[in-house]
């Protein structure tokens, strides 16, 4: 069952009020469900550091672990060094809080690490994993966790072109045979979503941009304007990337799906196609599933350091929707 993230405070509230608190939670959720919040919140519950100072230099006793290799793995020697401070004493009586974001990242070797001192907690410790795909964490980690799903914070924004992607990825679940040439026709009609969305956002910008300078020309100079006019299409920029951003993780909603229904999980982002999903899981494994999330999480971080739009969608598209 999930649960909206006040609800899933308060129950936590009320377990360290009675000192019931487990040694270790997984708090999973989709993107903008509240994971990080919670984590800040129940971590201030047990260590007292101000909820808004949990990830900062001034937190106490509050050790964090996060994807920061190349690989974007979480490593064995990030494990070892956070073992190594949770042995230490906590001062005060403060409780040695451990936090591991997308802990679905764990390289195979740090797993196995954590997996000890998840079996053998040092004292007065607290270890909260995060994730949004707890499915791709080994049973075994998952076991030695107490879980807490978050439900989304709201449904996916129902913008046009994230509807037209999901009816283009219904068309691709019928198709008998992923070949190249259907991943790269699929690549092509992603970027055109795309430049449908960079259009439609440089006509609303431009013509914002025209009623300014319309109306203000001959009350202020030209330099004025000429800043207006960068603002403008650094705001066009920035409304692109996150309209961009919205079609990947409505990718990641369709494989995420995918990947449950392999597993037998019910819960899905977007039940109005479970058919479709279904039929894929039933096609793929789950290591073939994974293989094409871990892609689309390589698309992400691709896209966000600014490679080469077209040639990393080509690429990753042909990984994804190809056999």
């Not at 009816?167 to 679940?173: D, W």
């Not at 299409?233 to 229904?261: C, H, N, P």
């Amino acid at each position: 069952m999930a649960f909206s993230r006040m609800t899933a405070l308060e129950y936590l509230r009320r377990a360290h009020e009675h000192n019931r608190l487990a040694h270790a939670y997984l708090i999973s959720g989709p993107p903008g469900s509240g994971k990080q919040q919670l984590a800040a919140d129940l971590a201030s519950l047990a260590n007292g550091t101000p909820a808004n100072d949990v990830f900062s230099a001034k937190a106490r006793e509050i050790f964090v672990a996060r994807p920061e290799s190349k690989s974007r793995r979480i490593v064995i020697e990030q494990i070892r060094d956070l073992e190594h401070a949770l042995q230490m004493r906590a001062s005060n009586g403060r409780r040695k809080v451990a936090i591991i974001f997308d802990a679905d990242r764990l390289q195979a070797q740090a797993g196995n690490a954590f997996l000890k001192t998840l079996e053998e907690p040092p004292k007065d410790s607290l270890l909260l994993l995060l994730s949004a795909l707890p499915e791709a964490l080994p049973e075994t980690i998952l076991s030695r966790c107490i879980s807490i799903q978050l439900a989304p914070s709201g449904q996916l924004q129902n913008k046009e072109e994230e509807e037209e992607l999901v009816k283009l990825l219904q068309q691709a679940s019928r198709e008998q045979s992923w070949t190249i040439q259907f991943a790269y026709r699929l690549a092509q009609e992603f970027q055109r979503l795309l430049r449908a969305v960079r259009e439609e956002i440089k006509r609303e910008t431009d013509e914002a941009f025209e009623r300014e300078e319309k109306r203000y020309k001959n009350s202020t100079d030209g330099l004025w304007l000429e800043e207006r006019e960068q603002y403008y299409k650094a705001l066009a920029e920035s409304f692109y990337l996150q309209r961009r951003a919205g079609l990947i993780e409505a990718l990641f909603a369709w494989w995420t799906d995918v990947l449950r229904s392999s597993n037998g999980v019910a819960q899905c982002n977007l039940p109005r196609v479970r058919e479709q999903t279904a039929a894929l899981a039933a096609r793929f494994s789950s290591a073939e599933i994974l293989k094409r999330i871990r892609c689309l999480e390589e698309l992400r971080d691709q896209l966000g350091r600014n490679i080469q739009e077209a040639l990393a969608i080509e690429v990753a598209f042909l990984t994804i929707f190809s056999t």
